[in-house]
């Protein structure tokens, strides 16, 4: 693996220096010099991932929930560093998928810890989880559907079950990821005590789960803890017929994207999270992971035109929506920085990458450091559900990432090539 070390000090390189890490890391926060260094060594567009921001995420997280199991939801970023990074600091990974699974295991976690949450699970999914859990039975899968009860009992499961409930309730940055009120997920509230009466029959019924929404701030916390509260309720309901062992409310907390959000106080969601299950005698489980990895990455993209129109002044870069497709998914805000020239004079424009269609567009009309070509734009908060949903739309290769742990720089995933994305085809 390619490592490598600048002079240059900043946040990249020195933050995991501090006793107590910001709840919040900026994009001005990152060191323009040391990230155009990255971009001139590894080329762009380019992923950049701080193991040691990751590790003083989750710590300070758990730290706010000392008697829950925290555990990293693998989906927001299943990169091996960092699975690897959360692994060493010691918390358990909650899979959506059997590739997250093996890649937990690949990355060191104990798979007698891992927790598998999967929506529909296909049949090679279930066949795979049931296959470990046979091997560790300490391995817990969760259904969120009476049709997945039945799938796990004809492959002859009969082990650790929590089952997944919809509160009714949703919340969260964009309404494609409000889960708790989209029936695609758990099982509908009022069903619930019949179907854990019945799970009880058949498998080991450890625990209830839920999952309200994703990108949750201050603002959103009223109602992210009225459906906890709904859960809290549903599980004493359910406690009665016998005792559970947890009680998993999800993940879904968010960081602050905008120059003029707050970050979340993670003093106040404990004491609420705490206040909405007090009467609830089991185990708390969480499962954060865009608080974890978001603002650790960022994206380092090339300017290679300026065009000036009459409505807007297009600066085009190389990186596109098929390196970060959030803001084109979910009409995502993303800070950018002109990393070469960040003290020149701002002027509106809008960023856009090489793709045909209007989709591809990181910013309109945006306050920037005035770029031209050539230079170097980074795209903040990028650490979470960036790389993952990453594509090859166009024959676009994926981006290199480079993760920073330490002061020093490595490549953690190659560049692909044409090759890369032709391999498949016969």
């Known amino acids: 693996m ?13 933050e995991g220096k501090d006793a107590e890490s910001p709840p919040v890391r900026r994009l001005d926060d990152w060191s323009a010099g040391r990230l155009e260094a990255l971009a001139a060594e590894y080329d762009t567009p380019l992923y950049v991932i701080d193991l040691d921001r990751v590790r003083e995420n989750y710590a300070r997280f758990a730290a706010a929930f000392p008697e829950a199991t925290v555990m990293y939801a693998a989906k927001a970023h299943t990169g091996r560093a960092v699975l690897s990074t959360l692994v060493d600091a010691g918390a358990p990974i909650e899979c959506a998928a059997w590739g997250e699974l093996d890649r937990a295991i690949d990355a060191g976690a104990d798979p007698d810890e891992l927790q598998y949450t999967a929506v529909n699970p296909p049949d090679r999914d279930l066949d795979y989880a049931v296959s470990l859990a046979a091997e560790y039975p300490g391995l817990t899968i969760t259904a969120g559907a009476t049709d997945t009860l039945d799938r796990l009992a004809e492959r002859g499961y009969d082990g650790r079950l929590p089952i997944r409930i919809n509160p009714g309730i949703g919340t969260g940055h964009h309404e494609k990821v409000a889960t708790g009120a989209d029936a695609k997920f758990g099982i509908p509230y009022k069903g619930v005590p019949a179907v854990a009466e019945r799970a009880r029959e ?83 489980r969480l499962e ?47 800070p950018i920085r002109n990393i070469s020239a960040p003290d020149r004079e701002r002027e509106a424009v809008s960023v856009g990458g090489p793709m045909c269609t209007s989709a591809d567009v990181f910013a309109t009309d945006r306050p920037i450091a005035r770029p031209e070509r050539k230079e170097i734009l980074a795209i903040g908060n990028a650490g979470a559900y960036g790389y993952e949903l990453a594509s090859q739309f166009h024959s676009q290769p994926r981006p290199a990432e480079v993760a920073l742990e330490g002061g020093e720089a490595r490549v953690v995933r190659q560049r692909e090539t044409l090759a890369d994305v032709t391999r498949v085809e016969q």
């Not at 390619?2 to 020195?14: E, Y």
């Not at 009665?240 to 998993?248: A, I, Q």
């Not at 650790?296 to 990186?319: F, H, M, Q």
């Open 2 to 14: 390619t490592r490598s070390q600048t002079a240059d000090d900043g946040p990249a390189a020195d």
């Open 202 to 284: 058949a498998f080991d019924l450890v625990g209830l789960h839920a999952h309200v929404g994703s990108g949750v701030l201050n603002d959103d916390l009223e109602d992210h803890c009225r459906a906890i509260s709904r859960v809290g309720e549903m599980a004493t309901r359910v406690a009665s017929g016998g005792s559970l062992e947890f009680v998993d409310v999800g993940g879904g907390y968010g960081v602050p994207y905008r120059p003029d959000e707050e970050p979340l106080d993670l003093e106040e969601v404990s004491e609420r999270v705490r206040e909405a299950l007090s009467d609830v005698d089991a185990q708390l």
């Open 288 to 334: 954060p992971g865009r608080y974890v990895v978001a603002d650790a990455g960022l994206v380092l993209t090339g300017v290679n035109t300026r065009k000036e129109a009459p409505e807007t002044t297009v600066i085009g870069v190389d990186a596109s929506l098929g390196t970060l497709i959030r803001p084109a998914m979910f009409d995502s805000y993303h």
